[in-house]
C-alpha cells in the first residue's frame, strides 16, 4: 500500500478535512476502547514491544536496534520480531543486518520460531494493536516533531488510539533533535504518572562521507520526511530540493531516472534515507548517497536499570 500523510494530519488547529472526517474517526475510537488486549506472556522467553500510536515515522526500528544492543549487553539471547508487509523490506532489511529477524505475517508465528531457537527475549518492532499478544514491558515512540499531529484519530487524524491509552503502556520514546518536549512530558505524565519517559536523540553515523560544500537533491518516502530534512539541516548539509514519496514507496526505474535528471539540471548530489536507499534496486543506487542514522537515548542507564527491574 502506497501511503502518503495528508497535509491536514499535523495542523496543529484542526482543518475543515478533519471535522469532515470526523464521524468516521470516532469508529477507530470505539474500535480502539473495545478492543481487548492479551495479558497472556510466555514462560520461555520474555517479549518487548516497541509501537506507536501516531501512524508512521516515530523511530520505532531504531529504537528496537538499540533496545537490542543494550539486552544483549545484559547477555540476553535476543531477536527482532516483525510482521511480514510486502512493502516493508526496507524495515525487514535493517532489523536483520542488526540481529536475527523472525518475520512471519502471523507474529505469534514468528514468536514460536524464536522460542523453539531457544532464545530467551523478543523485541517486537511494532505491534502495540495486535490484540492476540501480550507483552512483558510495552513502549510507545512519537516524533517530538510531530507528536500527535491534529489530535484526532484515523482518519481525521494521524492517531491509531486515543492519548488516554498511554495508561496501558510502560514506557514512551521521545525522538527528535534535541527540541524542548517538557511541554509533552507534562502531558504524558499527567495521564500516566508512572510512566517512564526517555529522550532520543537523532546522530549520523557517515557524516563525514558527506561534502558539506555540495548542495544536494533529497527523496524520502518514509513515515515523517521532515525528520530527515531536519537532522540534515541540523548537521549542515545544504538543501536545494526536497522530493517527498509515499510511505515505503517502491521506487521504480522511471522514478530514479526523474530524480537523476532533475539532480544533473540542478548541479546537486543526490541524498536519502538508509531506508529509503534499501528499496532501490541495486542498478540504480549509482551518484545516490544514503544518510545513515542512529538515536542516541539520553540517560541510557536508566533505562538499563529499568529494563532490568521489569525483566
Excluded at 121 to 137: E, R
Aim: glycine share 4%; with cysteine; proline share 4%.
Amino acid at each position: 500500500m502506497r501511503f502518503k500523510k495528508p497535509f491536514f494530519w499535523d495542523r496543529k488547529n484542526p482543518s475543515f478535512f478533519s471535522y469532515l472526517l470526523f464521524p468516521l474517526s470516532l469508529i477507530t475510537k470505539l474500535i480502539s476502547n473495545t478492543k481487548k488486549r492479551a495479558i497472556n506472556k510466555y514462560p520461555n522467553i520474555k517479549t518487548i514491544c516497541v509501537g506507536n500510536i501516531y501512524i508512521g515515522g516515530t523511530g520505532k526500528t531504531p529504537i528496537t536496534i538499540e533496545l537490542n544492543k543494550l539486552l544483549q549487553n545484559l547477555n540476553y539471547k535476543t531477536c527482532f520480531i516483525k510482521k511480514y508487509y510486502k512493502n516493508q523490506t526496507d524495515e525487514q532489511k535493517i532489523l536483520a543486518m542488526n540481529g536475527k529477524l523472525f518475520c512471519e505475517k502471523k507474529r505469534i508465528h514468528a514468536l514460536n520460531r524464536a522460542i523453539n531457537e531457544n532464545l530467551n527475549l523478543a523485541i517486537f518492532d511494532d505491534g502495540l494493536q495486535d490484540g492476540s499478544l501480550g507483552y512483558d514491558l510495552a513502549f510507545v515512540c512519537f516524533n517530538v516533531q510531530n507528536w500527535i499531529g491534529n489530535g484526532f484519530l484515523l482518519p481525521a487524524g494521524p492517531l491509531r488510539e486515543n492519548l488516554k491509552n498511554l495508561k496501558n503502556y510502560d514506557g514512551v520514546f521521545l525522538n527528535g533533535n534535541n527540541e524542548n518536549c517538557e511541554n509533552i512530558k507534562n502531558i504524558i505524565t499527567n495521564l500516566n504518572p508512572t510512566i517512564k519517559i526517555f529522550i532520543a536523540n537523532y546522530v549520523p553515523l557517515n557524516l563525514n562521507t558527506l561534502n558539506k560544500k555540495h548542495n544536494y537533491l533529497i527523496f524520502s518516502g518514509i513515515g515523517n520526511p521532515e525528520t530527515f530534512k531536519k537532522t540534515l539541516i541540523a548537521n549542515n548539509i545544504n538543501i536545494v530540493e526536497f522530493l517527498k514519496f509515499p510511505d515505503h514507496y517502491n521506487y521504480t526505474n522511471s522514478d530514479i531516472e526523474k530524480i537523476k535528471l532533475k539532480a544533473k539540471k540542478l548541479n546537486t548530489k543526490i541524498l536519502t534515507t538508509e531506508k529509503d536507499y534499501l528499496r532501490l534496486n541495486k542498478s540504480n543506487t549509482e551518484d545516490i548517497d544514503f544518510f545513515k542514522v542512529k538515536l542516541n537515548i539520553q540517560d541510557e542507564n536508566e533505562l538499563i536499570n529499568f529494563l532490568q527491574k521489569k525483566l
